[in-house]
């Protein structure tokens, strides 16, 4: 766990590209759509055409083309009066080129005898790399805040744009909104029907009972009734 923890403060101190943990030299740079911080070393390597590797000026302004010589393997530009007292021009390879493991950034380390501590010692060669590289640096930020305002102001443009667009289109909907509402209003609203779906039924009672008629009898005297006769008895 101790190592996840250290971990973040460990890449603080490293190079973005080579690993380097010479942390005093770091510079922050945007490197390849990224920023990141990166030795001296790694700047110069990685920016060529910005500086002359031979002298280590860094070119505010770009050179001459009668000034000028370019790497036959990559884009840097060197002085064509360095390049002459060291090189031929139609063959020119700077020194990355040249050497595989060359290096713009030496540190010479030395030990105190006294304190037996070490150290770092930068001679002038070193000096002109981490100036050239602090200057590359540099340009390279500002370029970069250059780009993000050019970006920042072109999405603002673009959410005026659509702002805009959102804004006509909530008009729109809104006429078409009260153009239905006024054209309900002119009809009534409400759809008619026909009479006889729009009429009441009339709810009628069954009327008053009939009671049919009693069929009286004669009586006898005795306030009995008197029985039919059997045809038969009367024969």
């Known amino acids: 766990m101790a190592m996840k923890r250290d971990q973040p403060d460990l890449e603080k101190r490293l190079c973005g590209v080579c690993g380097s943990t010479e942390r005093w030299f770091l510079h922050y740079v945007r490197h390849r759509g990224h920023f990141r911080k990166l030795c001296t070393n790694c700047v110069l390597k990685n920016n060529p055409g910005l500086f002359c590797p031979i002298c280590l000026d860094f070119f505010e302004h770009p050179l001459p083309a009668r000034d000028q010589v370019m790497c036959v393997r990559c884009p840097s530009i060197s002085h064509?009066?360095?390049?002459?007292?060291?090189?031929?021009?139609?063959?020119?390879?700077?020194p990355p080129c040249s050497q595989?493991?060359?290096?713009?950034?030496?540190?010479?380390?030395?030990?105190?005898g006294q304190d037996a501590k070490t150290a770092v010692v930068?001679?002038?060669?070193?000096a002109k790399a981490l100036v050239a590289a602090a200057r590359?640096?540099?340009a390279l930020m500002t370029k970069a805040a250059v780009a993000a305002r050019v970006d920042a102001e072109r999405r603002v443009k673009e959410a005026v744009v659509a702002k805009k667009k959102a804004r006509e289109?909530?008009?729109?909907?809104?006429?078409?909104?009260?153009?239905?509402?006024?054209k309900d209003s002119k009809s009534g609203g409400v759809v008619s029907a026909p009479e006889s779906l729009n009429a009441k039924p009339k709810l009628e009672g069954p009327g008053p009972i009939?009671?049919?008629?009693?069929i009286s009898e004669p009586g006898g005297s005795n306030g009995l009734k008197n029985s039919h006769a059997d045809p038969m008895e009367e024969d």
């Open 122 to 126: 930068i001679d002038k060669d070193a």
């Open 80 to 94: 064509s009066a360095c390049v002459a007292a060291n090189s031929s021009f139609r063959s020119f390879q700077c």
């Open 169 to 182: 289109a909530l008009e729109r909907f809104t006429s078409l909104v009260n153009k239905e509402k006024e």
């Open 136 to 138: 590359i640096a540099a």
């Open 210 to 214: 009939q009671v049919a008629p009693k």
């Open 100 to 112: 595989p493991t060359f290096s713009f950034f030496n540190l010479t380390r030395q030990n105190d």
